[in-house]
């Protein structure tokens, strides 16, 4: 099946401590992108790449980083530097910048608690 | 940078009525999304609509974009209609930026 994957589904976290939230699609998509959903609010835009080996920060970009080593793949970490890292984190992927129909497509999210 | 500013913040519907969904953005746009998104967090995509009229099944949406402005109809909305609309636009880059969402809670 094609789509967007996101693991693990729910991930606890202690504080002082990076995690790393994963992503991967075979929607054969050049763009990835994260965003971030705190509770009653809508999503806010973290770090997106538009293609392999390039990316850029978003709004709220503080306290994370992310690599995109393959097209498929785009990892989200969250450092202990990011001050309230509990959220709803969401994965989402499309055609690219500059193609017709560049609708974006979401996985089914990671919420991380810091205990 | 964009505003996205959606109307009602919250509407509860008795099954079988009909509803429209706002959403007004400050700027011109090259991408407008509709989702859904259900009890479990999931976002579904109803709509890509920059421009235009769709319809799919009791759905459908209009984007008028010289006036900066989108509307989501539901008809003969059902119980699993319930669930959170955002509407959500792009610019330069096809990031997006979403609005605060409708809740809509459809009562049997």
């Known amino acids: 099946d094609g789509g967007i994957t996101q693991s693990p589904k729910y991930l606890f976290r202690k504080e002082g401590q990076n995690v790393t939230l994963s992503c991967e699609q075979n929607?054969?998509?050049?763009?990835m992108y994260w965003y971030r959903q705190d509770p009653g609010q809508g999503l806010r835009l973290i770090y997106y790449?538009?293609?392999?080996?390039?990316?850029q920060k978003g709004d709220i970009a503080e306290g994370y980083s992310v690599s995109r080593e393959k097209k498929e793949s785009f990892p989200l970490t969250v450092t202990s530097a990011q001050k309230n890292p509990t959220a709803f984190y969401l994965c989402?992927?499309?055609?690219?910048?500059?193609?017709?129909?560049?609708?974006?497509?979401f996985g089914p999210g990671t919420r991380l608690t810091v205990l | 940078g964009i505003q996205v500013e959606q109307s009602p913040p919250d509407l509860i519907l008795q099954e079988g009525a009909n509803s429209t969904l706002r959403c007004n953005f400050s700027?011109?746009?090259?991408?407008l999304q509709w989702f859904h998104q259900n009890p479990w967090g999931q976002l579904i995509n109803l709509f890509y609509?920059?421009?235009g009229t769709k319809q799919n099944g009791r759905l459908s949406a209009t984007t008028v974009a010289t006036e900066r402005y989108s509307l989501l109809y539901i008809s003969s909305s059902q119980t699993t209609d319930s669930g959170v609309y955002f509407c959500?636009?792009?610019?330069?880059?096809?990031?997006?930026?979403f609005g605060g969402g409708t809740r809509v809670l459809v009562k049997p």
């Open positions: 989402a992927s499309s055609r690219g910048q500059g193609k017709s129909y560049n609708e974006q497509f």
């Open positions: 929607l054969n998509h050049d763009a």
């Open positions: 790449s538009q293609i392999v080996n390039d990316f």
């Open positions: 700027d011109s746009v090259n991408n």
């Open positions: 609509i920059p421009s």
């Open positions: 959500a636009v792009g610019v330069a880059g096809n990031k997006l930026t």
